[in-house]
C-alpha cells in the first residue's frame, strides 16, 4: 500500500473569517510571506505525496492562478535581477502535480471528499484541511502515511483535546495498538461531553482507503443537514481496520481569526526577515515603550 496523492478540501465559504473572505479565499490568506495552502502542499509533498487535488468552489480561482506560471512577472522580475522574488514565484508554481474539481453544492466535507473519487481511483489518498496548519519535525501526514502502510488501513490524525472542546470536533473510540498508534472502532461528530467516546478528536489529516467513496455517495445528510465525513468514516471503521495517530506536532486553525493571528506570531517569529524585529517589537509594546 502506497499512498502518492492527497486530496485538500478548499470550497467552504470561509464564514469565520468574514468580511476579509468576502472575496479572497481564506486559503489564500497570506501567512507571513506565503498563502495558508502553500503550507499544507508543502507538507503533502514533504510526505512522499506526487498529485494532489485541491476541491475548489466558483470563488476561489485566485488558488488555480497562484500555482501556475506568471510569464510576464517572472519576465520583469528576471529583468530586474530579483533572484529570489523569481525563485519563490516559480517554486510555488513546481511543488507539485495540483489538480483542481469544483464542489458545485456546499453539501458538507463528506461530499466534498466524495468529488474526488475519480481523481484517486483504487488507491489510498491523503485528506489535508485547508484550514489546518501543521508545524512538526516529521510532518503530520507522514507521520499517518507510515502508519496506514504499516498496517494496510485507513489512518486517522488525532490529538486530545478538552472536554469542553470536543464539541468542535470528532471524538474517536480507540483501542491501545502501540506507542502513539490506536485501534478505531467508532466515532461521533461533535458529541456533546455527555456523549464523547474520549478525549481524543480527529484533526485535519487523515490517510483514507477508496472503500470511503462507495460509503460516502450512498451517505445520508447528518449533523447540520450536510454529508458528514465523520459519518463515512464511522461506517468504514466497521468494515475496515482504521488505526488514529496521536501525531506529534503543533496544530493552527487558520480559519478563525484567533488561530490565523497565533499561526502568524508564531510564524513571523522565526522567520529570518521578521524575527527579531518583531521581538523586539513585542517586547516594546508589551512594555508600553515608544519604539
Known sequence: MKVRKAVIPAAGLGTRMLPATKTVPKEMLPLV?????????????????????????????????????????????????????????????????????????????????????RFVGDEPFAVLLGDDIMRSSKPVTLQLVEAAEKYGSSALGVQQVSTEAISKYSSVQIGPLEDRIFSVFDMNEKPAPTEMFSNYAI?????????????????????????????????????????????????YDTGNLRGFLEATL??????????????????????????
Open 33 to 117: 510571506d506565503k498563502p495558508v495552502i502553500q503550507y499544507i502542499i508543502e507538507e503533502a509533498v514533504a510526505s512522499g505525496i506526487e498529485d494532489i487535488l485541491i476541491v475548489t468552489n466558483r470563488a476561489k480561482s485566485a488558488m488555480d492562478d497562484y500555482f501556475d506560471y506568471y510569464p510576464e512577472l517572472e519576465t520583469r522580475l528576471n529583468q530586474a535581477g530579483k533572484d529570489k522574488e523569481l525563485y519563490a514565484v516559480r517554486r510555488a508554481a513546481d511543488l507539485a502535480n495540483i489538480f483542481y474539481v469544483r464542489q458545485k453544492e456546499t453539501k458538507g466535507l463528506g461530499h466534498a471528499i466524495w468529488r474526488a473519487k
Open 203 to 251: 484533526l485535519g489529516r487523515y490517510v483514507l482507503t477508496p472503500g470511503i467513496f462507495e460509503i460516502l455517495e450512498n451517505l445520508k445528510p447528518g449533523y447540520g443537514g450536510e454529508i458528514q465525513l465523520t459519518d463515512g468514516l464511522r461506517e468504514l471503521c466497521r468494515v475496515d481496520r482504521m488505526v488514529a495517530v496521536d501525531f506529534e506536532g503543533r496544530r
Open 266 to 291: 508564531d510564524f513571523a517569529l522565526e522567520h529570518p526577515e521578521t524575527g527579531a524585529w518583531l521581538a523586539d517589537y513585542l517586547k516594546h509594546r508589551a512594555a508600553g515603550l515608544e519604539r
